[in-house]
């Protein structure tokens, strides 16, 4: 299986800052990677795939980039409904997997 | 919009078969060309995808649960179910059914089974 790291695992950052969150797959995965934002009880939410093409409805304050093995999420502007959990999958080869997951929390 | 709400038992006992349904509301499942899929989420092990169906049939599963989990689909009913058998502990999760192949744009709001005698 290919092994997807996030990092950090958790930040703690202010309304208006720039966030970027780091995630590395165990083996080049082209560009079939995507981010989703899950809020405590909800399901995730997807907001980028294909490593940087942004979902239908989403803000476009969240932006990714990356191939191979190593992708990015930023968020240009954080906003208050921002703060929450996120995850990166790939889907280049099954099963797909996920990253563990960065908490972002208010400083 | 189309939406998607998982059902079943919330408690099984160790040993047992879990079952959950997903149902699809506001568009046919036999439409278009999506795959459904089973995604699970526990503290222990985070998000883990179990499975997927296509419309024709066609299945794949992760090799980590060897051949436990088999997921189906009812055109009729407009759903498609999970079979999870010989469950223990660690099979205790949040249960999501989502739709897509390379990505999921949809997911249902999932559902707590918790396995204990």
Known sequence: ?107 | QAQLQESGPGLVTPSQTLSLTCSLSGASISSGSFYWNWIRQSAGKGLEWIGRIHTTGNTNYNPSLKSRATVSIDTSKNHFSLRLTSVTATDTAVYYCARGLEWFDHWGQGTLVTVSS
């Not at chain 1, 932006?63 to 930023?74: E, H, N, P």
């Not at chain 1, 999958?89 to 929390?105: E, R």
């Open chain 1, 1 to 107: 299986d290919i092994q997807m790291t996030q990092s950090p695992s958790s930040l703690s950052a202010s309304v208006g800052d720039r966030v970027t969150i780091t995630c590395r797959a165990s083996q080049n995965i082209n560009i079939y990677l995507n981010w989703y934002q899950q809020k405590p009880g909800k399901a995730p939410k997807l907001l980028i795939y294909t490593s940087s093409s942004l979902q239908s409805g989403v803000p476009s304050r969240f932006s990714g980039r990356g191939s191979g093995t190593d992708f990015t999420l930023s968020i240009s502007s954080l906003q208050p409904e921002d703060f929450a959990t996120y995850f990166c999958q790939q889907s280049f080869s099954t099963p797909d997997t996920f990253g563990g997951g960065t908490k972002v929390d208010i400083k």
